[in-house]
C-alpha cells in the first residue's frame, strides 16, 4: 500500500472510531444517577454497574424511557404510580438476589433513600 494512502486509512478509521465510542457513551447514560424520591428523599443509583449485571436495559427501561428525570416526568404526568419502579423493580429483584443468596442491592427504606 502507498504510505500516504495508508496514513490516511489510519486517520480515517481513528475518527470513526472516536465518533462511534461517543455516542456509545451518550446513549448508555451516566454511570451514576440520583433518582427523584420525593419526600423521601433522592435515590443514589449506580446505572453502569447494573447495565454490567443485567445486560437488557428493559428490565427497567419498558417501564420508563431511556431519558433524564423520567421517572419524575411520568409522576407528574400521571402515567407512573409512585413507588411503583421501586418495588416491582428495584426492591423486587434484590429480595429474589438476596433469597438466592447472591450478592445484592439494598432492601431498607434508608440504605437507598437519602435526604
Ligand atoms: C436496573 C435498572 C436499569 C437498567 C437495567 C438500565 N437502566 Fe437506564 N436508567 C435507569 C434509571 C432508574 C434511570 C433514571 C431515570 C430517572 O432519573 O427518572 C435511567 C436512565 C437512563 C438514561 C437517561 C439518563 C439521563 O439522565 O440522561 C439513559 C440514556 C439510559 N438509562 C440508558 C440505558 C441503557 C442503554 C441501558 C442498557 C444497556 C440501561 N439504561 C439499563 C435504570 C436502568
Ligand atoms: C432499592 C432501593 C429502594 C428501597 C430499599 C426503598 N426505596 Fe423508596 N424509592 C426508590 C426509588 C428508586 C423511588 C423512585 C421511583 C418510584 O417512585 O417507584 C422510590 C420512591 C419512593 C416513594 C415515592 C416518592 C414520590 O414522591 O414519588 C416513597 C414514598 C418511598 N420510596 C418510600 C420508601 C420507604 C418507606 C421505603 C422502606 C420501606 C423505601 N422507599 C425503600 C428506591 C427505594
Ligand atoms: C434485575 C435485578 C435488579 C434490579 C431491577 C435493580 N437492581 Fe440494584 N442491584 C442488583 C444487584 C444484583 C446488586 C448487587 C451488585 C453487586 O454487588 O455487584 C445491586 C446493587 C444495588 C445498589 C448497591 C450498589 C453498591 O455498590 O453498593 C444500589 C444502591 C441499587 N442496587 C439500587 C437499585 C435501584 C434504585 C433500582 C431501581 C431503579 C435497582 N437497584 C434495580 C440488582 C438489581
Known sequence: M??????????????VGLCMAATHAATQGPDNIDIFGGQSGKVPFPHAQHQDRIKDCNVCHSVFPQETEAIRKMKEKGTLKPKKVMNLQCIKCHKAEKKTGKPHGPVTCKSCHVK
Open 2 to 15: 502507498n504510505r500516504t494512502i495508508f496514513v490516511i486509512t489510519l486517520v480515517t478509521a481513528l475518527v
